[in-house]
Nanobody, 118 residues
Framework: QVRLVESGGGLVQAGGSLRLSCAAS????????MGWFRQAPGKEREFVAG????????NYADSVKGRFTISRDNAKSSVYLQMNSLKPEDTAVYYC???????????WGQGTQVTVSS
């Protein structure tokens, strides 16, 4: 059974930082592209960042470029999202996802809440 478990969310003031973690189990982690998505209240889920198998390629949404960094540790079957210079509009539930391509994710975590106060 595949499990993706996010952690590291919380409440932070604007301009602050948070680091999200996602621990994967039940899959051969090295074979999967990993991504972070988010969903704000009343909005559709949106792509935030993605990273390929050996971290050779990383993609970011325009809204987070230069502020967020995605990374992975294949030895620990984990993916991370370092979020700096947080803004109130970054407030959302953040989800970890796994897939075989950057355009196809089919395993999802339960999400972790990030709230940025102004």
């Amino acid at each position: 059974q595949v499990r993706l478990v996010e952690s590291g969310g919380g409440l932070v003031q604007a301009g602050g930082s948070l680091r999200l973690s996602c621990a994967a189990s039940g899959l051969t982690f090295n074979n999967y592209v990993m991504g972070w998505f988010r969903q704000a209240p009343g909005k559709e889920r949106e792509f935030v960042a993605g990273i390929t198998w050996t971290a050779g390629n990383r993609n970011y949404a325009d809204s987070v470029k230069g502020r967020f960094t995605i990374s992975r540790d294949n030895a620990k079957s984990s993916v991370y999202l370092q979020m700096n210079s947080l803004k109130p509009e970054d407030t959302a539930v953040y989800y970890c996802a796994a897939g075989t391509t950057m355009s196809g994710y089919y395993y999802w975590g339960q999400g972790t809440q990030v709230t940025v106060s102004s």
